[in-house]
């Protein structure tokens, strides 16, 4: 830097002892031009914008009349707008943090599905680069339906069973029991919708999944909870009777199961340890 020259917007900016040619933009003159012109654009009064870079009101000149905006423009720049949702294979790229905030990472997948669990810090995807922060994913994005970018380390899910003019249906919640082209997901961070077709169940489903978020609340927002609310509605003319229920496999000894002579052990479900709350465990021996 010239010290003769101190505001010299073109220092600095060049090989050591080197200056930009006439007319060239530095790098500290671009960012000083985009700054100010952000700042006249958040920024409403003269005062506000002259105190933001410790100058006089007198110095402040707007360039330009503010823009009047129509009703219809307004109207536009206020409204929610319509979600966008997906289906067909689409839904198997969708991964909706629903783990709560530093709780560990889990996925609500576009069918519903829960995936890409965080558990005892082992590794989920196995593909090269997988856990690169530096972008692979967005040229070959991870699926939940392709085991060479995802490989579950432990089976979990959700199922639906209706009873009606005697006749039971069981369907899981996730594309292995719909048509992945009927399955609708919208997204709404931090809240997402799946939508189930018919498909030969006298009752339509629908999913509202989340994990708690409130802003300015932190504690609350760090629960590690995640909510699957599901809707059944009765679409026949029948009484139908809906059961609905979740399942999953132990996620214990993950690794040493496979290097040390583990042994694990189920005992049977009975439906009364349910009411009482819970199904009960035990170490064999």
Known sequence: MDP????????????????????????????TSSLSAAAFGILASRADVAAAFSARPDQIERI????ELDAVTAKALTDRGVPTSWSGAALAHIGMPVGGITTGQLYLGGDGRLWWWDIDNGPTLVAPGANDCGGPHYVAPASYLDRTTYAPRFRQ?????????????????????????????????????????AGGLPVSVSLEAFSPYVPTNVDDSELPATV???????????????????????PVCLASRNTQPVQLHTPRFHRQWWRRGGIQCHRPG
């Open 157 to 197: 899910g959700f199922v639906i069973r209706t009873v009606s003019a005697g006749q039971t249906v069981t369907r899981a919640l996730d594309s292995t029991g719909f048509d992945p082209a009927g399955i609708t997901f919208t997204g709404r961070y931090p809240l997402a919708h799946v939508d189930y077709p």
């Open 228 to 250: 699957m609310a599901y809707t059944v509605k009765n679409t026949s003319t029948q009484p139908v009777t809906v059961t609905l229920a979740g399942w999953s496999e132990a």
């Open 64 to 67: 330009g009349a503010p823009a």
């Open 4 to 31: 003769t020259q101190p505001n010299d917007p073109y220092c600095c900016d060049g090989p050591k002892g080197a200056r930009l040619p006439i007319g060239a933009v530095s790098r500290r003159a671009f960012l």
